[in-house]
């Protein structure tokens, strides 16, 4: 299939703002579900709300637009019912890591093989620009005209305490990255987390002076850097990007009906 095969594209345009980087993000992702050759009928994309949660709009896979934050409550429902399918669950910095902050914790301490992307633009973009878990200290926001003095969760440190067994970080500029990144996500078997960053002009950029989407997308390529490199040394303010931690561990599902055969066991 092509990439655009993949799309409903009767819900074009987009309602995206001009510039956001979240539809980079939809490109890579379909990109990677392209080169899976997965069949529609093989993936299920939840989202709650918010700028992020539109693209299980834009997707023509089974699809459930659901409640702010509670995304990955609702594909856990689905996985446990329907394990062989693939979940996939794009949400945004507030989304994941605010009112869903504790769904995402204990999807990753039970490695329930679902695949998270957390699209972090460092702001609550659909409802006006309000700061979230993610935005930082001394940034400016709707709900803080005299800066912010929260400090931001690292979506990468986080996921790799509470137990996540696939952790990644990319950018919306590094394209190829995300579609490669994603396609590791999916295919492993326990929760994976991707964080890309991604610009967000209207609210994030306007407020804090960053420039338009190209200056923003301009910021990643030349404050990111690759896992380990020489210039993470030089320069300790660089963000790392590439994959944090893959590793195999006891999955939710395959653990889970192993406790349906004991139970079983006992009243045959």
Known sequence: MAVKDYLRERFFPHLWCPGCGHGMVLNGLLQAVEKLGMSKNEIVMVSGIGCSARISGYVDFHTLHTIHGRALAFATGVKMSRPELNLIVPMGDGDALAIGGNHFIH??????????????????????????PLSGEGIQATTAPFSNIDYSFDVVELAKAAG???????????????????????????FAVVEVLSQCPTYFGRKNKAGDAVDMVRWFKDHTTPIGSKAKTENPDLIERGIFVQKESPEYCSEYDKVVERAMATVR
């Open 164 to 190: 996540a067994t696939f952790v990644a970080r990319t950018t919306s500029y590094h394209v190829q990255q995300i579609t490669d990144i994603v396609r590791k996500a999916v295919l492993h078997e326990g």
């Open 107 to 132: 999807a990753a301490r039970r490695n329930i093989d679902i695949t998270a992307i957390v699209m972090n633009n460092r702001i609550y973009g659909m409802t006006g620009g309000q700061f979230s």
